[in-house]
């Protein structure tokens, strides 16, 4: 049976069930599989035959050993259906070339892959917390800055068993963003902004977590809280899904030969979603370079090529926010993989980079890191020229993190001539960053003035292309969540708008 083990060294042995309740392990490390499952080249070909939905079952089943099949079914099924998603595929691929498709990870609820795991780790969760036992309703803690407030809200949104607050910083999210949580609906949600910046938010959240007195207060009235953010193996694995299928799909639509290996592209922000398709290359999916796209937080750029990882840089802020990340939590379990799960050598380097901001991995870890992967980094003018070209050339919007990855396959092509069929994972609708998708293709003049909804408008006129519903009409729903906090108060905010909506 397939257990979990905490990269830290100090948990082994423990069930999904307990790992996804539990999201971070006591030891502050993250939970692995103790051993990966694998998909020979016969479980692929099978796989050609099945819906989206019944290869996740069959890829969660694998990972989840102590769920009965009844139970992951209900809990793929509740997720990935159409009434949450634009499109039946669940995740459309479309070709640009022969050798080149994009992946679009962002039919959602909210229109930002992040949906792929936040529709389907509630009920994970809430599955969990019944197989375990666990009698208490769960809270969860959310701050966020954007796309992950909202999908999360949507995830939980009326899932019996559990609670949700979102914080938001009251300067720090786009206008859509911030529309988007304000008027989200539910019995069980709140919303809430947070004087200050996401730094703020994301203390604030971090202090009540860490509040003995509060946890008690919660636990009288029969609260547990949980995390719902990509450090919890119950988001990481609904990710593993769709690299498999889309590998799948490839080939059942004849775009690659039997066995053939592909590239996939990744705009990187905390390596969720890359370390998802090395575990499915892992697992047995024929992959040759797996390409890691920054923007300039490039962090991750330096530290794939050199084994050297350094925080110490200015943070910039990006048109592609969601990847405007220095510290990329998720980083932590390839290195427990690729050192053979050695807990003493990731602890350490964890503890260096906590103290000194930087450490370096040895010889062995670096060679592995640039025979698997491959990185470069785009900054915005360059982001915003290929969003202007894809459109041209090939009648494609690209939203501003996609775009990364595009600018980083083109460097990536130019130096190594590879021609490998590759995947582009595309984590966004533009819609959802019109501002900056409409300044690439448009002059500022025409821009001048106008509100981020009527770029909306405006954009979807210019390129023909229509605004996904989840985002079409925002600006006239109304707004149901008007708390504004500070970070101080925030633990008392929890309280309050829990104690209301019971009474
Ligand atoms: C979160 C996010 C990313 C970064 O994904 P990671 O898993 O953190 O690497 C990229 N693009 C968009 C649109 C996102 O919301």
Same mark, same amino acid.
């Given at each position: 049976?397939?257990?979990?083990?905490?990269?830290?060294?100090?948990? /082994? $042995?423990?069930?999904?069930?307990?790992?996804?309740?539990?999201?971070?392990?006591?030891?502050? +490390?993250?939970? *692995?599989?103790?051993?990966? #499952?694998?998909?020979?080249?016969?479980?692929?070909?099978?796989?050609? %035959?099945?819906?989206?939905?019944?290869?996740?079952?069959?890829?969660?089943?694998?990972?989840?050993?102590?769920?009965?099949?009844?139970?992951?079914?209900?809990? !793929?099924?509740?997720?990935?259906?159409?009434?949450?998603?634009?499109?039946?595929?669940?995740? #459309?691929?479309?070709?640009?070339?022969?050798? =080149?498709?994009?992946?679009?990870?962002?039919?959602?609820?909210?229109?930002?892959?992040?949906?792929?795991?936040?529709?389907?780790?509630?009920?994970?969760?809430?599955?969990?917390?019944?197989?375990?036992?666990?009698?208490?309703?769960?809270?969860?803690? !959310?701050?966020?800055?954007?796309?992950?407030?909202?999908?999360?809200?949507?995830?939980? &949104?009326? !899932?019996?068993?559990?609670?949700?607050?979102?914080?938001?910083?009251?300067?720090?999210?786009?206008?859509?963003?911030?529309?988007?949580?304000?008027?989200?609906?539910?019995?069980?949600?709140?919303?809430?902004?947070?004087? +200050? %910046?996401?730094?703020?938010?994301?203390?604030?959240?971090?202090?009540? @977590?860490?509040?003995?007195?509060?946890?008690?207060?919660?636990?009288?009235?029969?609260?547990?809280?949980?995390?719902?953010? /990509?450090?919890?193996?119950?988001? =990481?694995?609904?990710?593993?899904?769709?690299?498999?299928?889309?590998?799948?799909?490839?080939?059942?639509?004849?775009?690659?030969?039997?066995?053939?290996?592909?590239?996939?592209?990744?705009?990187?922000?905390?390596?969720? %979603?890359?370390?998802?398709?090395?575990?499915?290359?892992?697992?047995?999916?024929?992959?040759?370079?797996?390409?890691?796209?920054?923007?300039?937080?490039?962090?991750?750029?330096? @530290?794939?090529?050199?084994?050297?990882?350094?925080?110490?840089?200015?943070?910039?802020?990006?048109?592609?926010?969601?990847?405007?990340?220095?510290?990329?939590?998720?980083?932590?379990?390839?290195?427990?993989?690729?050192?053979?799960?050695?807990?003493?050598?990731?602890?350490?380097?964890?503890?260096?980079?906590? =103290?000194?901001?930087?450490?370096? *991995?040895?010889?062995?870890?670096?060679?592995?890191?640039?025979?698997?992967?491959?990185?470069?980094?785009?900054?915005?003018?360059?982001?915003?020229?290929?969003?202007?070209?894809?459109?041209?050339?090939?009648?494609?919007?690209?939203?501003? $993190?996609?775009?990364?990855?595009?600018?980083?396959? &083109?460097?990536?092509?130019?130096?190594?001539?590879?021609?490998?069929?590759?995947?582009?994972?595309?984590?966004? /609708?533009?819609?959802?960053?019109? +501002? /900056?998708?409409?300044?690439? =293709?448009?002059?500022?003049?025409?821009?001048?003035?106008?509100?981020?909804?009527?770029?909306?408008? $405006?954009?979807?006129?210019?390129?023909?292309?229509?605004?996904?519903?989840?985002?079409?009409?925002?600006?006239?729903?109304?707004?149901? $969540?008007?708390?504004?906090?500070?970070?101080?108060?925030?633990?008392?905010?929890?309280?309050?708008?829990?104690?209301?909506?019971?009474?």
């Amino acid at each position: 049976m397939v257990r979990y083990q905490s990269t830290r060294g100090k948990y /082994s $042995h423990i069930t999904a069930a307990e790992a996804i309740k539990m999201g971070i392990a006591p030891d502050g +490390g993250l939970f *692995v599989p103790d051993v990966i #499952p694998g998909l020979s080249p016969d479980d692929l070909k099978k796989m050609e %035959n099945l819906t989206y939905q019944e290869r996740a079952c069959l890829i969660l089943g694998l990972y989840l050993e102590d769920f009965s099949a009844e139970e992951i079914k209900s809990c !793929v099924s509740s997720a990935y259906n159409e009434t949450s998603f634009d499109d039946e595929r669940i995740v #459309p691929l479309v070709k640009i070339a022969d050798d =080149l498709f994009i992946q679009e990870l962002w039919h959602g609820p909210t229109c930002a892959f992040k949906d792929m795991a936040l529709q389907i780790l509630p009920h994970l969760l809430t599955c969990s917390a019944q197989k375990t036992g666990e009698n208490k309703t769960i809270l969860i803690l !959310v701050a966020t800055s954007g796309d992950t407030g909202k999908a999360a809200l949507e995830g939980f &949104k009326d !899932v019996p068993g559990t609670q949700i607050v979102v914080f938001y910083p009251a300067d720090g999210v786009s206008e859509v963003q911030k529309q988007q949580m304000i008027t989200q609906e539910g019995k069980n949600i709140f919303v809430a902004a947070v004087e +200050g %910046n996401f730094d703020d938010a994301q203390t604030g959240v971090k202090n009540i @977590f860490a509040n003995e007195q509060f946890i008690q207060i919660l636990n009288q009235q029969g609260i547990k809280m949980s995390s719902a953010n /990509s450090i919890n193996w119950g988001r =990481l694995l609904p990710q593993i899904v769709y690299y498999v299928s889309s590998y799948v799909d490839l080939r059942s639509e004849e775009r690659i030969r039997e066995g053939q290996a592909i590239n996939i592209v990744v705009p990187t922000g905390n390596f969720g %979603n890359i370390l998802a398709a090395y575990y499915a290359s892992r697992m047995g999916v024929p992959i040759n370079k797996l390409i890691c796209a920054s923007n300039t937080n490039n962090v991750l750029t330096e @530290f794939i090529r050199t084994g050297s990882y350094d925080r110490k840089r200015k943070f910039e802020r990006t048109i592609s926010p969601s990847m405007d990340i220095l510290i990329s939590s998720n980083l932590e379990r390839l290195l427990y993989e690729l050192t053979d799960h050695d807990a003493a050598a990731v602890s350490r380097w964890m503890e260096e980079l906590s =103290l000194s901001g930087s450490y370096q *991995v040895n010889d062995a870890v670096a060679e592995q890191l640039t025979d698997l992967f491959w990185a470069d980094f785009a900054n915005d003018q360059q982001t915003m020229a290929a969003i202007k070209e894809v459109w041209q050339q090939h009648n494609y919007l690209l939203d501003t $993190h996609t775009a990364v990855a595009w600018c980083v396959y &083109k460097n990536y092509r130019q130096e190594t001539d590879d021609s490998t069929p590759t995947l582009i994972a595309s984590t966004a /609708s533009p819609y959802k960053f019109a +501002g /900056s998708v409409a300044e690439s =293709l448009l002059d500022a003049q025409t821009l001048a003035d106008k509100t981020e909804f009527e770029i909306l408008s $405006h954009l979807a006129r210019y390129t023909g292309q229509p605004i996904p519903a989840a985002i079409q009409g925002l600006e006239k729903k109304p707004i149901l $969540h008007k708390t504004i906090t500070t970070q101080a108060e925030m633990g008392n905010t929890v309280l309050t708008l829990l104690g209301n909506r019971r009474g």
